[in-house]
């Protein structure tokens, strides 16, 4: 059978507005052609992030009427800390508002001058929460997940070689942490093997660095274990997820993904001493062991959302509407990154808009073409992201310019995938009428959220 179904049926359903081109061109003006300074109302098909933009269950939403809002001992609180040691098999577990939230208590007990942070790649908030601790975030990515192109089944992975050669050159007591992206985000949704977490954890061990997971999407990153690994065919999604975690020293969630929650996350972990530092630090800014700044309700919606995210039609179903979009952008050679990943498809905008130099920044072109021709928001992981500046003011960009379009999980159906698919078409026809920008202001941290642009002449 060619046709997705999804495993649900819609319950309740909220209006889209259709603006026109015409509408859309004052928006994005209005808005400095920043996709992020767009009013949500104005967007058609909002593919800006996965993360807390999932539909919930009928079961999540009878969760939350069941919330405990008391402020020590919540009841939600012991059967959200059950399914994370479940799931993790970690014993320390501090919930925290959002994934942010538990990197900025990590990182600020972990970091610090003159340590490194290494990692298969950070994404955007670990990256600015490690520089803000004074540490320096370092990718290392495999060599195939740095090449659009490449056909590979786990192009997330870390290069473990050349982890160990960089303990080798700066010492592992320079090196606070190592973390694993799973999947990998800035790399294109690629996932990490299970033999690329054991061989890292052996590295690690056998320095005395710990190795933290960013768990965000850990149920896509199983699922794809047990598809393309070899021995785990016959394991449930459970099972590989406990093996992920049984070789790490601790991890950070944001909840807003692979939990289907609107808001929450948290962090899990093996060392006593180090979880009552990150206790301490989530009084003061987030809240009570029991609660770390989310409401009863929320910790219920979490943990509910973590036992259906491990449902295999459910990932089914995900990573095949997925793979659908990387097929309708094949049947016309638009340029993507391969194979498609868990949650979201990443356009190769250094391709897609090749007449637009680097500094013109051909991400945010395409970004602000696609929301112009047919009302979708996008979002840039290119050199606005993640580019940095060199000392005689010229831009250092990463190593590829992506669009990445993140679908949220359980909500829009396979004909709004058709229209994406369309909609994308109708700018690569035209791609050569679309221009670069120029930075008009930027903040000094995630200036992407922020930052303003203008079209160069």
Known sequence: MNTIIEPFRIKSVEPIYFSSRKERSGILKQAHYNPFLIKARDVIIDLLTDSGTSAMSSEQWAGMMRGDESYAGSDSFFRFEKIVNEVTGMPFIIPTHQ???????????????????????????????????????????????????????????????????????????????????VTNNSGGGQPVSMANIKAVHAICQAHGIPLFIDACRFAENAYFIKLREPGYE??????????????????????????????????????????????NLLVITEGFPTYGGLAGRDLEAIAIGLREVMDEDYLRYRIRSIQYIGEKLDAFGIPYVKPTGGH??????????????????????????????????????????????????????????????????????????????????????????????????????????????????
Do not use: W
């Open 234 to 279: 016959s394991k449930s999604i459970l099972q590989i997820s406990r093996e992920m975690f049984s070789h790490a020293d601790g991890c950070t969630m944001s909840a807003k993904k692979d939990a289907f929650a609107n808001i929450g996350g948290f962090l899990a972990m093996r060392d006593a001493q180090l979880a009552e530092k990150c206790r």
């Open 344 to 457: 979201a498809v990443y356009l190769d905008a250094g391709r897609f808009m090749d007449h637009i130099p680097v500094h013109q920044y051909p991400g945010q072109a395409l970004c602000n073409a696609l929301y112009l021709e047919g009302g979708i928001r996008g979002v840039e992981i290119g050199s606005v992201m993640f580019g940095k500046y060199a000392a005689d003011g010229s831009l250092l960009s990463p190593p590829m310019e992506l669009v990445r379009l993140a679908i949220p999980r359980r909500v829009y159906t396979q004909s709004h995938i058709d229209y994406v698919a369309e909609v994308i078409l109708a700018v690569y026809q035209k791609r050569q009428g679309f221009r670069g920008y120029k930075l008009t202001y930027e903040p000094p941290m995630l200036r992407h959220f922020t930052a303003r642009f203008e079209l160069v002449p």
């Open 99 to 181: 994934g942010r939230a538990s990197e900025r208590i990590l990182f600020s007990i972990m970091g610090g001058k003159g340590k490194y942070v290494l990692s298969n790649t950070l994404f955007d908030t670990t990256r600015a929460n490690v520089e803000f601790s004074g540490a320096e975030g370092v990718d290392l990515r495999c060599a195939e997940g740095n090449d659009a192109e490449t056909v590979a089944p786990f192009k997330g992975n870390m290069d473990a070689a050349a982890l160990q050669a960089f303990i080798a050159e700066q010492g592992a007591e320079h090196i606070s942490l190592v973390v694993l992206t």
